[in-house]
């Protein structure tokens, strides 16, 4: 069983569409192995939860809260709590019985869960082997060092990078933004490939062949 947090750099970073793509890949390429998804929690009511039942019925969102906003903001708006205890129980209780178990952050690593956790605090605490989804995007570097830097600090067994194209990239703007020998020398995180833009968002199979051309996971 093989557990992997997929969190981002920010809130744009198309997380859910790479985690889509991932699981189609390992259910079109790898169909004897079973695959499991969840997603921390959700804050809006149209959302991630939504996306992933076009293609899934089967993915865990423990929490979910009405305002698409900062979860401890969209809490509050509810007087609720966030019951991290709720989360990981879920958690232990569904990664067992998958051969990989996808869990889907929100926000980016520095993204707040609750008034005093960060993303950050919950892929260091739980150990959660870790891959940073990243825009290309001019600012991309930074961006990328940062958060590398930010998971060093918090011990995160950060895995690899993958750069999403979330709006169409020419490949110069991409080797421009994203230039892959130059954040592999300032981060020696190894990056897993460039995820191109996809137009028909919508098809697992276009997602799965997309996923299995452009990501090199022979680790996972």
Not at 109 to 120: F, K, N, R, V, Y
Request: charged content about 20%.
């Amino acid at each position: 069983m093989k557990t992997l947090f997929i969190t981002g750099t920010d809130t744009d970073a198309g997380k859910t569409i790479v985690t889509t793509a991932w699981r189609a890949y390992y259910k079109v390429y790898h169909p004897h192995l079973s695959t499991g998804l969840m997603k921390l929690l959700q804050t809006g009511v149209q959302g991630d939860a939504e996306f992933y039942q076009h293609f899934f019925d089967d993915v865990e969102i423990p929490l979910r809260y009405d305002a698409p906003l900062a979860p401890p903001v969209a809490a509050a708006m509810e007087n609720r709590s966030i019951d991290m205890d709720l989360i990981y129980s879920r958690l232990r209780a569904l990664q067992s019985d998958y051969d990989l178990f996808l869990v889907e952050a929100l926000g980016g690593l520095g993204s707040p869960i609750t008034e005093d956790l960060t993303i950050a605090h919950v892929a260091d605490s739980w150990a959660l082997d870790t891959i940073l989804v990243v825009p290309v995007k001019l600012g991309a570097i930074a961006h990328t060092v940062a958060n590398v830097a930010l998971a060093r600090q918090h011990k995160i067994n950060l895995k690899g990078i993958i750069f999403n194209c979330v709006n169409p990239c020419t490949e110069e703007q991409i080797n421009n933004w994203t230039p892959k020998k130059m954040i592999e020398s300032f981060t020696n995180i190894p990056v897993l490939g460039y995820f191109p833009y996809v137009d028909n968002l919508f098809d697992l199979q276009v997602l799965a062949k997309t996923f299995h051309d452009f990501i090199e996971i022979k680790s996972y």
